[in-house]
T-cell receptor, first 117, second 111 residues
Framework: SAVISQKPSRDICQRGTSLTIQCQVD?????MFWYRQQPGQSLTLIAT?????????ESGFVIDKFPISRPNLTFSTLTVSNMSPEDSSIYLC??????????????FGPGTRLTVL | GQQLNQSPQSMFIQEGEDVSMNCTSS?????WLWYKQDPGEGPVLLIA?????ELTSNGRLTAQFGITRKDSFLNISASIPSDVGIYFC???????????FGTGTRLKVLA
């Protein structure tokens, strides 16, 4: 598995402001992912972040709104910019690791619970 | 984005009962993962499936990769109160690292 930490664990923010969420992994990983989980909903992939290259965004998500950094193989940040109440969600970082059967599995951090007023 | 259909959406069961839930897709997947999410926590990986027809157990949990590769099933035997949570399936197609997540099954266990 993987030990993943996120900061902050939760925050309450005013609309129009920005919040940067940090994700730290206990060992080097090639691929890191950022997901959004809206209240009572499933997980939706925002973007994939590889070290040394720009993040790849999924349909409906843009870099101006969700800029991502990946400065090294154990760390990434996601910024939620110019927030509105619709951005209130849990934001989850995940990493891909090779499991015991030599296939790739995804492991998640504890999430950042964001409330925008 | 695209989601997998899970059923049931929610379940209320008595402690000690067995639980079954499933996940269906219109697309073929090569990998199925099952997760459990407790309130305020991130999803925790329970079981991973890699071959059609594969049956894998993890303690009281058993999951199967459907023969058609378009569905997967999770069973929990002799449920206990700590089984409460939301269970998500996730599927991935060949040649991609991306997982699509199911809509979730909310499980409540009555003592």
């Amino acid at each position: 598995s993987a030990v993943i930490s996120q900061k902050p664990s939760r925050d309450i923010c005013q609309r129009g402001t920005s919040l940067t969420i940090q994700c730290q992994v206990d060992s080097q990983v090639t691929m890191m992912f950022w997901y959004r989980q809206q209240p009572g909903q499933s997980l939706t992939l925002i973007a994939t972040a590889n070290q040394g290259s720009e993040a790849t965004y999924e349909s409906g998500f843009v870099i101006d709104k969700f800029p991502i950094s990946r400065p090294n193989l154990t760390f990434s940040t996601l910024t939620v910019s110019n927030m509105s109440p619709e951005d209130s969600s849990i934001y989850l970082c995940s990493v891909e690791r090779t499991g015991v059967n030599s296939y790739n599995e995804q492991f998640f951090g504890p999430g950042t619970r964001l409330t925008v007023l | 984005g695209q989601q997998l259909n899970q059923s049931p959406q929610s379940m209320f069961i008595q402690e000690g009962e067995d639980v079954s839930m499933n996940c269906t897709s219109s697309s073929i997947f090569n990998t199925w993962l099952w997760y459990k999410q407790d309130p305020g926590e991130g999803p925790v990986l329970l079981i991973a499936l890699y071959k059609a027809g594969e049956l894998t157990s993890n303690g009281r949990l058993t999951a199967q990769f459907g023969i058609t590769r378009k569905d997967s099933f999770l069973n929990i035997s002799a449920s206990i109160p700590s089984d409460v949570g939301i269970y998500f399936c996730a599927g991935s197609s060949s040649g991609t690292y991306k997982y699509i997540f199911g809509t979730g099954t909310r499980l409540k266990v009555l003592a």
